[in-house]
T-cell receptor
C-alpha cells in the first residue's frame, strides 16, 4: 500500500505558484520523499526528492516539515505544460529500489 | 527518453496467446523495472531486475515472467494472455546516483 496521502485534484492559475501537499505520517528515518509527475499517456518523470532538508532544482522546490510527516511540492510559476498527475512517494534511499505509486494529485493549470 | 525504449508500442492480441514486451536501455543501469498502469490508478510494480539474470517479483507478478540475459534488455512475458492483462506497461531504469527512475514511453496492450 502507498504510504502517502494526496488530494485527488487541484486547479492552479497559469503563472501562479502551485503548492501540492503530501502526508506521509508513517515515514521512517531512512526513507526519502520523491516526487514524480505523469503527463497524459507518457511515462512518469522524476521531479525532485529529499530526506529532511528543503530542496530546489530547476523544476520545483520541496519543503519537508521538521517532523517529516508531510511535505509540499512547489511549482513556482505554473505553466499549461505542468498539467499532469503528480505522485508523492516515500522510498528507502540507497537500499530501496521499488516505487509504490498511490493515486496522485491531478493538477490542472488554467489560463 | 533518457536512453530507454520499449517495443512494441501498441499490441492487440487474443486471449491465450503468449506475448513478450521488450525494454531496452543504453545507459548501462543495473536496475530495471516493469510496471502496469490501469485507468484511474497509479503504476503497480510487476517485476524488477537488479542485474543480469537477477530478478524478483513485485506486487502484481502473477501471470507474468521476466528475463534479463544482458544489461540492456529486460523482457516481460505473458505466457498466456488474459483480458485482465489489458493495460499500459511501462518499464524503467534506475540511476544509482540518486535513485531517480527513468521511464520508457509505455506499451499499450489489448487482450481480446
Amino acid at each position: 500500500d502507498a504510504k502517502t496521502t494526496q488530494p485527488p485534484s487541484m486547479d492552479c492559475a497559469e503563472g501562479r505558484a502551485a503548492n501540492l501537499p503530501c502526508n506521509h505520517s508513517t515515514i521512517s528515518g531512512n526513507e526519502y520523499v520523491y516526487w514524480y509527475r505523469q503527463i497524459h499517456s507518457q511515462g512518469p518523470q522524476y521531479i525532485i526528492h529529499g530526506l529532511k532538508n528543503n530542496e530546489t532544482n530547476e523544476m520545483a522546490s520541496l519543503i519537508i516539515t521538521e517532523d517529516r510527516k508531510s511535505s509540499t511540492l512547489i511549482l513556482p510559476h505554473a505553466t499549461l505544460r505542468d498539467t499532469a498527475v503528480y505522485y508523492c512517494i516515500v522510498q528507502e534511499g540507497a537500499a530501496g529500489n521499488k516505487l509504490t505509486f498511490g493515486g496522485g494529485t491531478r493538477v490542472l493549470v488554467k489560463p | 527518453d533518457a536512453g530507454i525504449t520499449q517495443s512494441p508500442r501498441h499490441k492487440v492480441t487474443e486471449t491465450g496467446t503468449p506475448v513478450t514486451l521488450r525494454c531496452h536501455q543504453t545507459e548501462n543501469h543495473r536496475y530495471m523495472y516493469w510496471y502496469r498502469q490501469d485507468p484511474g490508478h497509479g503504476l503497480r510494480l510487476i517485476h524488477y531486475s537488479y542485474g543480469v539474470k537477477d530478478t524478483d517479483k513485485g506486487e502484481v507478478s502473477d501471470g507474468y515472467s521476466v528475463s534479463r540475459s544482458k544489461t540492456e534488455d529486460f523482457l516481460l512475458t505473458l505466457e498466456s494472455a488474459t483480458s485482465s492483462q489489458t493495460s499500459v506497461y511501462f518499464c524503467a531504469m534506475r540511476q544509482a546516483l540518486n535513485n531517480e527512475q527513468f521511464f520508457g514511453p509505455g506499451t499499450r496492450l489489448t487482450v481480446l
